[in-house]
């Protein structure tokens, strides 16, 4: 959204990450007004193909998560199993949430 960062968060509920994360996730975007978080279920089966074949992305592992900049620029992504996409929101996540 324009103004906004957004954070595509792709996820399983079969994922023990992604059960964590989602709890924490809804605390933070109820915390930070300027962070739209916009959340895709893999579904509980979910392949690498199936993945890129519905959303173009390499997606390794879940969580997957892809930042961007208020003006729509990419800052921060995962790619295949790296996680810098992950690492930021939980970078963002634990300032938030500690205070």
């Known amino acids: 959204m324009p103004g906004l960062y957004t954070?595509?968060?792709?996820?399983?509920?079969?994922?023990?990450?992604?059960?964590?994360?989602?709890?924490?996730?809804?605390l933070f975007s109820g915390a930070r007004k300027d962070v739209v978080v916009r959340k895709f279920n893999l579904g509980d089966k979910w392949s690498g193909d199936d993945a890129y074949n519905t959303?173009?992305?390499k997606i390794g592992k879940t969580p997957f998560i892809h930042i961007y900049g208020p003006s729509g620029e990419l800052i921060a992504e995962d790619v295949g199993l790296k996680g810098e996409g992950l690492d930021l929101l939980y970078e963002w996540m634990n300032a938030v949430l500690a205070s």
């Open 7 to 26: 954070v595509l968060y792709f996820y399983s509920d079969t994922c023990p990450g992604c059960r964590r994360l989602n709890a924490d996730i809804k």
């Open 55 to 57: 959303y173009r992305l």
